[in-house]
């Protein structure tokens, strides 16, 4: 490969100089390997993607729903992405994926360069590595929103106290410390919203996956719940990976990944810091 060599020839490059051509070698082969069309999602050598989906079909009730045909996304660390299409195009299903929450009929997802073996495997990356905010929250109904965030931390923070403090402070964050004691019913939607926020953040996720974040808020609401999503991108360095209709979030993403029919049909770059 010629950059590689060009790489290797001049050994007092820059190393950010290295790591852009080995990006872009990376990046040729991928492109001769997969053949044209694949370049939608893939950005990224694997070996430089917190998540990997890779030709990924799901299809439900026997193959008569295709939820997702031959997707592939490649998600850099770090990296802010958001993903849109119209209703029914497939978005929740690709997030599922990439959470592993469901497992791809044809395909397959690597998280940190590699493929998780079976649900266990999955729940242990979920529990301590991914946040995820669903699009219809998945509180439970019976405790209230600061239990409702301390829950996603049992078995991975220690101590009682502990998951109080930090539930507590997250909380805060989301403007919700005066409702700290209710419980989902007693919230308005967009409070449930961001009491799911507050949970996918529980414990410091190194990949944020929401749903339709601000789906249900007001424009002040969104945000707020916008700013919140920025600063825990730059702040922890978190990969984001939000699926939404909003233009202000898409317009934040370092890249725009647009769904149809289960298909991923197109990518741009570029977004206000
Ligand atoms: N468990 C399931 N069983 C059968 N069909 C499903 C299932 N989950 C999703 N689907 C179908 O797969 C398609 C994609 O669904 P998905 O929820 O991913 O869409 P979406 O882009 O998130 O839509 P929305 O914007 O409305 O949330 C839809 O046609 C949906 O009806
Ligand atoms: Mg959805």
């Not at 690597?110 to 301590?128: H, K, M, Q, Y």
Request: hydrophobic content about 45%; charged content about 25%; glycine content about 12%.
């Amino acid at each position: 490969m010629i950059l590689w060599s060009a790489a290797a020839r001049y050994p007092g490059l820059d190393p950010a100089a290295v790591v852009g051509l080995r990006r872009a070698a990376g990046f040729a082969t991928m492109l001769g390997n997969r053949g044209p069309g694949a370049a939608e999602g893939m950005r990224w050598p694997v070996d430089e993607c917190i998540v990997a989906v890779q030709g990924v079909t799901k299809s439900y009730d026997a193959g008569r729903v295709v939820a997702l045909r031959e997707a592939t996304l490649h998600v850099g660390r770090g990296e802010f992405v958001a993903i849109m299409g119209p209703s029914g195009s497939g978005k929740s299903t690709l997030l599922n994926m990439m959470s592993g929450l469901d497992a791809p009929t044809v395909g397959r997802v690597l998280f940190e360069g590699a493929e998780p073996r079976g649900r266990r495997a999955w729940s242990r990356i979920r529990a301590r590595r991914i946040g995820y905010v669903f699009q219809r929250f998945n509180l439970l109904a019976t405790l209230n929103a600061r239990q409702n965030v301390e829950l996603a931390m049992f078995g991975v923070v220690a101590g009682a106290g502990e998951r109080r403090r930090r539930a507590e402070a997250l909380l805060e964050r989301v403007g919700l410390t005066h409702r700290a004691t209710h419980r989902p019913c007693e919230l308005s939607v967009g409070e449930r919203q961001r009491v799911a926020i507050a949970r996918g953040l529980a414990n410091e996720p190194v990949v944020l996956l929401a749903d339709e974040p601000t789906g249900n808020l007001d424009s002040a609401s969104s945000e707020s719940v916008l700013a919140l999503l920025t600063e825990v991108h730059a702040r922890s360095g978190a990969t984001l990976v939000v699926v939404t209709h909003d233009a202000e979030i898409a317009a934040r993403a370092a890249r725009r990944v647009r769904m149809l029919d289960g298909r991923i049909v197109g990518a741009e770059t570029g977004g206000t810091p």
